[in-house]
């Protein structure tokens, strides 16, 4: 886990209430951004490049005193232009609870819904109601489901215990997944699969399945550009590049045997076939380019 600063700003301040209990806390942010950022440069002369306001039309500037904000209506051209004080009026009312409304089993919560998670500190001296609400959450084996305001925008959050702590996931709306009907998916159900080959597969689960631990896993993308920044820079003009492993074909034109698979796997010999043919066909493709 990154460090944290050691008086982290808090982003809103209220209070937990569930039943007449109310557990006075401040939110604070769980996560740090580790996405490499790119700026915008203009090649000829490694000048800066900035985003302006232009009206699409005309492709001229615009001042922000200029801008309205307007919802398009749907099936046509036509726009609803609101105002500020409008926009404020028709959000919900600005609040200071994070207002539990049940309490579910985390493994009922599917982790599509799942947007971003934030810490709960206890505020003022709520230490010891921030403890009980942290640990009858622990010993029931639930997670609340509560709403609350930020930013003049209502969420669904789930309020979850973690070790010492407790946090708060924001949660999407229902609506706001997709339905998977659109999609060319096989039927539901055991049925579409050879029972042998399911057999293997849970086999292959059971074997692999291990402790959760997050720190085993690294952003190896953005630590392998950040190597090339420094190759680069040590270069002074540029560095090469070495590939990531070319993806296996696993195309229909290069159809597996799922089965053999699944016994070369649970035999603690994956299969490299695919691999290997993918990086045959590299290499053949690279001669007759010669």
């Known amino acids: 886990m990154a460090g944290a600063s050691a008086n982290p700003r ?15 806390v401040s939110l604070h942010s769980a996560t740090q951004e580790q996405e490499i950022d790119f700026d915008w440069l203009d090649k000829r002369s490694m000048d800066p490049v900035g985003y302006k306001r232009v009206n ?19 099936g046509s051209d036509d726009y609803v232009v609101l105002s500020d004080d409008e926009i ?25 819904y799942i947007e971003k998670p934030y810490y709960l500190a206890p505020d003022g001296r709520a230490d010891r109601v921030y403890a009980l609400l942290r640990e009858a959450l622990q010993a029931s084996g639930v997670i609340g489901i509560a709403r609350f305001v930020l930013h003049n925008k209502e969420h669904l959050a789930a309020l979850i ?38 057999k293997m597969a849970q086999q292959l689960i059971a074997q692999m399945t291990a402790a959760w ?29 070495e590939p990531f492993e070319e993806a ?11 089965t053999e698979l699944l016994k070369q796997s649970l035999g603690g010999k994956p299969a490299k076939a695919p691999a290997k043919q993918a990086a045959a066909k590299s290499k053949t493709r690279g001669r007759k380019a010669a």
Not at 248 to 258: E, F, I, K, Q, T
């Open 213 to 241: 631990k997050p720190e085993q896993f690294k952003d190896d993308f953005t630590e392998a550009i950040h190597a090339l920044v420094k190759r680069k820079a040590k270069a002074g003009k540029k560095a090469k590049v």
């Open 88 to 112: 404020k009026a028709a959000y919900p009312k600005r609040t200071q609870t994070i207002q539990i409304e049940s309490f579910v089993k985390a493994a009922d919560v599917s982790f599509v």
């Open 161 to 198: 215990p973690a070790g010492p702590a407790l946090m708060l996931g924001v949660l999407r709306w229902a609506e706001e997944i997709r339905s998977p009907k659109a999609l060319d998916l096989p039927a539901a159900g055991a049925a579409s699969v050879k029972a042998a080959e399911l």
């Open 56 to 74: 699409k039309r005309t492709g001229k500037e615009i001042a922000k005193e200029h801008i309205v904000k307007g919802v398009r209506l749907e």
């Open 10 to 24: 808090a982003i809103w301040k209220g209070a937990v209430s569930f039943g007449l209990v109310h557990v006075p």
């Open 248 to 258: 296996p074909d696993m195309s229909s034109s290069n159809v597996v045997d799922l």
